[in-house]
């Protein structure tokens, strides 16, 4: 059983484009997030839900917005795509209640590119 | 803020000699640390983390780390290094029970027979 699950694991789209990547958790978990990773493997937080609410907004272009229909799903949907969204696209999740010692279990990534 | 930094961006061993990566966090209270690993074309897999309860960490695939608060680092080793440890490895701070993993820069390990 997959724990952190994203699809689709490869897309390819021209400029301009709109295309949304999905995430589904079966872990029960409350906390689910999305990571920008670049070329040069530097992670970077865009987006953190806890409970379906937004709690964290990392100074993300308004292109991209996240939608959380329930706690297992965080789905992040990008509109007019640009050649610097070209990058790896992480879905990770955590539990919340068992203090912040908790690890995030992550997903096979999706990786975006812009042509 | 807290943050972490992760000194080498590469580092090179040799089969069956020490591995040896560099952690320091930035923090001014307890930091959550953690260190992930990723194979190619894979995503993060957690391979220990630090909990207070003891400063020597052990995780999966016989790597360990120690918790210092002096020098504010913890650093991750493993004893002898397998062609199987080739990989990217993060080190990360957690700020809160559901606040962001703020990630190093990464280290790029390459094992050589």
């Known amino acids: 059983d997959t724990a952190v699950s994203q699809t689709p694991k490869y897309l390819v789209t021209q400029m301009g484009n709109d295309k949304s990547i999905k995430c589904e958790q079966n872990?029960?978990?409350?906390?689910m997030y999305w990571y920008k990773q670049d070329s040069k493997k530097f992670l970077k937080i865009m987006f953190s839900?806890?409970?379906?609410?937004?709690?964290i907004n990392e100074t993300v272009p308004n292109r991209f917005s996240p939608k959380s229909p329930d706690k297992a799903h965080l789905n992040l949907h990008i509109n007019s795509l640009e050649l610097g969204d070209s990058a790896v696209y992480f879905c990770?999740?955590?539990?919340?209640?068992?203090?912040?010692?908790?690890?995030?279990?992550f997903g096979q990534g999706t990786r975006l590119t812009v042509v | 803020a807290q943050s972490v930094t992760q000194l080498g961006s590469h580092v090179s061993v040799s089969e069956g000699a020490l591995v040896l990566l560099r952690c320091n966090y930035s923090?001014?209270?307890?930091?959550?640390l953690f260190w992930y690993v990723q194979y190619p074309n894979q995503g993060l897999q957690l391979l220990l983390k630090?909990?207070?309860?003891?400063?020597l960490v052990k995780g999966i695939n016989g790597f360990e780390a120690e918790f210092k608060k002096s020098e504010t680092s913890f650093h991750l080793t493993k004893p002898s290094a397998h062609m199987s440890d080739a990989a990217e490895y993060f080190c990360?701070?957690?700020?809160?029970?559901?606040?962001?993993?703020?990630f190093g820069a990464g280290t790029q390990v390459v094992v050589t027979p």
């Open positions: 872990l029960g978990h409350d906390t």
């Open positions: 990360a701070v957690s700020e809160s029970s559901w606040g962001k993993f703020q």
């Open positions: 630090y909990t207070s309860a003891a400063t």
């Open positions: 839900y806890n409970n379906k609410e937004l709690i």
């Open positions: 990770a999740s955590r539990r919340d209640r068992e203090g912040p010692n908790t690890e995030a279990f």
């Open positions: 923090s001014s209270v307890p930091p959550y």
